[in-house]
């Protein structure tokens, strides 16, 4: 399917790098742990190894996360996918792998789950991710609703357009720098994803006004939650599965 922001699938609640803190971020565990709660959107990050393997990881370097030492991105994946990336969280999670973007595709789409892909290039490697990312999910996704891919870096998003302009993509902002608005609809975006503070009446407005669906990051707080709501902003990312049932 085409999603537009008038055709819109995905549902209102997302968990944050699968399953926010509850679970090492950006695992299989933690999107398992995610759905558990009864979540059927995921946000993960995603960016490139050495030798082209679309992989989830937060950072660029591998230290917080896993085992692992340096730059993720400058190192083959027949190495990344041997480090534990669950014993740092906790001792039920040792062992657990990074996963490749493939595993995720793969259970997401036998589990009908939703996923944005934010695209979290190593810096310097923007254009090449999104290229490659958006190629990636094009394949796996072939005949299904795609994934959101989201980020950052319009240099990603750009070419990610260009590589496969089908695909949805958003712009994530965590300021309403100059030209935001104008970005996102030269980019070909059909949604904004704003640190949920800079959602207002006046910021709702614009976006919609020019067509967008509006999502923030990372609301954790029930207070947060509803004024987002209250403002008729479309979707929330969200680390407290725990917190927010998923159906409300
Ligand atoms: O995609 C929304 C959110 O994940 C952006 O911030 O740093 O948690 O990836 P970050
Ligand atoms: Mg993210």
Redesign the pocket.
């Known amino acids: 399917m085409q999603v537009t922001a008038q055709n819109w699938p995905y549902p209102r609640w997302v968990a944050?790098?699968g399953a926010g803190k509850l679970a090492p971020e950006n695992t299989l565990a933690a999107f398992r742990l995610g759905a558990s709660f009864g979540y059927r959107m995921f946000?993960c990050?995603v960016k490139l190894s050495a030798d082209g393997v679309a992989f989830l990881l937060?950072d660029a370097s591998l230290q917080r996360t896993s085992n692992g030492h340096g730059i993720a991105g400058e190192q083959a994946w027949s190495a990344l996918a041997q480090l534990d990336a669950g014993s740092w969280h906790s001792r039920a999670f040792a062992g657990e792998p990074l996963p490749a973007l493939d595993n995720i595709a793969r259970f997401c789409l036998r589990n009908g789950y939703f996923l944005?892909i934010?695209i979290?290039p190593t810096p310097g490697q923007e254009s090449l991710t999104g290229t490659v990312v958006a190629q990636q999910a094009a394949r796996l996704w072939l005949g299904a609703v795609p994934p959101l891919l989201?980020s950052?870096r319009p240099e990603a998003l750009m070419a990610a357009k260009a590589a496969q302009p089908e695909l949805p993509r958003a712009l994530?902002i965590?300021s309403l720098w100059s030209g935001w608005l104008e970005s996102a609809q030269a980019l070909g975006c059909v949604a904004i994803?704003a640190n949920h503070a800079l959602w207002d009446k006046a910021s709702v407005a614009r976006a919609k006004d020019a067509g967008f669906r509006t999502l923030s990051?990372?609301v954790n707080d029930e207070w947060a939650a509803q004024r987002l709501l209250d403002l008729g902003t479309d979707a929330v990312?969200t680390d407290r599965v725990d917190l927010f049932p998923p159906a409300a």
């Open positions: 944050h790098r946000e990050d937060h944005n934010e979290k989201s950052f994530l965590d994803v990051y990372t990312i």
